[in-house]
T-cell receptor, first 111, second 112 residues
Framework: DARVTQTPRHKVTEMGQEVTMRCQPILGHNTVFWYRQTMMQGLELLAYFRNRAPLDDSGMPKDRFSAEMPDATLATLKIQPSEPRDSAVYFC?????????FGPGTRLLVL | ELKVEQNPLFLSMQEGKNYTIYCNYSTTSDRLYWYRQDPGKSLESLFVLLSNGAVKQEGRLMASLDTKARLSTLHITAAVHDLSATYFCAVLKNFGNEKLTFGTGTRLTIIP
């Protein structure tokens, strides 16, 4: 049963620290997405890749967030430095053709 | 800018009843998705609606798409407790660009 995996599942950190979230997309999927979910803003698309190339990161605060896909089996989302307003659940999704499949999420709390 | 609105935001209904969740979107699109999210969990894909008039059914859930009205509905028939979750619709902005814009979600609670 192919699934998107994300690590860590939970992260508590202090303001100013670097946070790195990792995602392993489903093998064979050619698109990868990073979303952020909060109560106030709902689900927001941060960035997405097709065939490992970044296509759109307009939803991402550029000064502190970065997203990369060093190879087809790994996508990363980094926050440096982290701030309390970054506290959220970050989902990775991978897709092919019409449908996106979501990972379990990383629940981030920045104190 | 594409806007996707769902209503109601909250829905509490009794088991056995029927109800409909509505999803309106602001610009032309021919692809609409429905997802389910259980509390503290990830999003699960329910339906992909690809064309005007598309109707898909799975168990007690049926989704339809009217692209002319820019409206999709998710109909629940004879609700059961297991259907309690938050339901999201999402719209593909345009072909060749796989960005989805999500609605606000409808939190559905089924009361015994």
């Amino acid at each position: 049963d192919a699934r998107v995996t994300q690590t860590p599942r939970h992260k508590v950190t202090e303001m100013g620290q670097e946070v790195t979230m990792r995602c392993q997309p489903i093998l064979g999927h050619n698109t990868v997405f990073w979303y952020r979910q909060t109560m106030m803003q709902g689900l927001e698309l941060l960035a997405y890749f097709r065939n490992r190339a970044p296509l759109d990161d307009s939803g991402m605060p550029k000064d502190r967030f970065s997203a990369e896909m060093p190879d087809a089996t790994l996508a990363t989302l980094k926050i440096q430095p982290s701030e309390p307003r970054d506290s959220a659940v970050y989902f990775c999704a991978s897709g092919i053709v019409e449908t996106q499949y979501f990972g379990p999420g990383t629940r981030l709390l920045v104190l | 800018e594409l806007k996707v609105e769902q209503n109601p935001l909250f829905l509490s209904m009794q088991e056995g009843k029927n109800y409909t969740i509505y999803c309106n979107y602001s610009t032309t699109s021919d692809r609409l998705y429905w997802y389910r999210q259980d509390p503290g969990k990830s999003l699960e894909s329910l339906f992909v609606l690809l064309s005007n008039g598309a109707v898909k059914q799975e168990g007690r859930l049926m989704a339809s798409l009217d692209t002319k009205a820019r409206l999709s509905t998710l109909h629940i028939t004879a609700a059961v407790h297991d259907l309690s979750a938050t339901y999201f619709c999402a719209v593909l902005k345009n072909f060749g660009n796989e960005k989805l814009t999500f609605g606000t979600g409808t939190r559905l609670t089924i009361i015994p």
